[in-house]
C-alpha cells in the first residue's frame, strides 16, 4: 500500500511471532479490563452491590463517590492508552509498555491498600503476562 507521495505506507501491524499476537489479544484483554473498571467506578458506583464489594457502606459510599470516579477516570486512561498504543504502528511497543507497567503498578499498589487480591488478578497478571509477550 503506497500513501499520497507514492512511498510505502508503514504496516497497520506490526508483524511478528504467534508470542506477539498472544500479546497484542493481551493488551487488548487489559485494555477491556480497564474500560469495565472505569465504567463500574465513574457510573456504577452508588449501585449497593458495588460498594458492598469493597466494604462500604450506602453513606461512606456516597462521601467516596467522587474520589472513586476520579480513580475511574485513571483507568479509562489507562485503557485509552493501550488502544492508543495497539493502534500505533510506528511506535505501538514502547506505548503498550508504558501503559501496562502503569497498569501493573495500579494492581501491585491496589491489592494492599483495597485489602483484595482481586486488583493482582485483574491487573497486574494479565499486564505483565502481556509486557512478558511484548519483550520477547
Known amino acids: ?7 510505502a505506507a508503514p504496516p497497520l501491524r506490526r508483524e511478528g511471532t504467534v508470542l506477539t499476537s498472544v500479546s497484542h489479544w493481551l493488551v487488548g484483554l487489559v ?17 449497593e452491590s458495588v460498594h458492598r464489594r469493597l466494604n462500604f457502606d450506602a453513606a461512606e459510599a456516597r462521601k467516596m463517590a467522587g474520589v472513586v470516579a476520579n480513580a475511574g477516570l485513571y483507568n479509562a486512561f489507562l485503557a485509552g492508552g493501550l488502544i492508543w498504543g495497539l493502534n500505533d504502528a510506528s511506535d505501538g511497543h514502547r506505548i503498550e509498555v508504558f501503559f501496562l507497567s502503569c497498569v501493573a503498578i495500579a494492581g501491585l499498589f491496589g491489592a494492599p491498600t483495597l485489602k483484595k487480591w ?12 502481556a509486557l512478558y509477550g511484548i519483550r520477547s
Open 31 to 47: 485494555a477491556f479490563v480497564q474500560s469495565v473498571i472505569a465504567a463500574i467506578e465513574i457510573f456504577l458506583w452508588n449501585i
Open 118 to 129: 482481586t486488583p493482582l488478578a485483574l491487573q497486574t497478571v494479565p499486564a505483565a503476562l
Open 1 to 7: 500500500m503506497q500513501n499520497e507521495a507514492g512511498l
